[in-house]
Nanobody, 124 residues
Framework: VQLQASGGGLVQAGGSLRLSCAASGGTFSDYGMSWFRQAPGKEREFVAAISWGGGNTRYADSVKGRFIISRDNAKKMVHLQMNSLKPEDTAVYYC??????????????????WGQGTLVTVSS
């Protein structure tokens, strides 16, 4: 499956952004989908995951209660609604697909495809 992320931009602290990831090729519902992010000089870190049917979600503690991951299997899309953004959320955000019911929180484990990344910048 090929992934294309979009929706990043510049936003003030406290604002919101909605990231989208469009999939093509493959059977989208065969994949657990996740979002990761990577800030300058830091390692890629897990943000959120959603199971292949959309019934289960998982979040990093740093975004819990502020971010919401969702998916539309008919449209082959996964979204990340980001609310109450903080400057420390500034990073390049990547969507990733794992051929499993649920993707790992470890970026090195089991991900078959990655999107190209979309930059989110939160100003203070």
């Amino acid at each position: 499956v090929q992934l294309q992320a979009s929706g990043g931009g510049l936003v003030q602290a406290g604002g919101s952004l909605r990231l989208s990831c469009a999939a093509s090729g493959g059977t989208f519902s065969d994949y657990g989908m996740s979002w990761f992010r990577q800030a300058p000089g830091k390692e890629r870190e897990f943000v959120a995951a959603i199971s292949w049917g959309g019934g289960n979600t998982r979040y990093a503690d740093s975004v819990k209660g502020r971010f919401i991951i969702s998916r539309d299997n008919a449209k082959k899309m996964v979204h990340l609604q980001m609310n109450s953004l903080k400057p420390e959320d500034t990073a390049v955000y990547y969507c990733a697909a794992a051929r499993a019911s649920y993707g790992s929180t470890d970026a090195q484990r089991g991900y078959e495809s990655w999107g190209q990344g979309t930059l989110v910048t939160v100003s203070s």
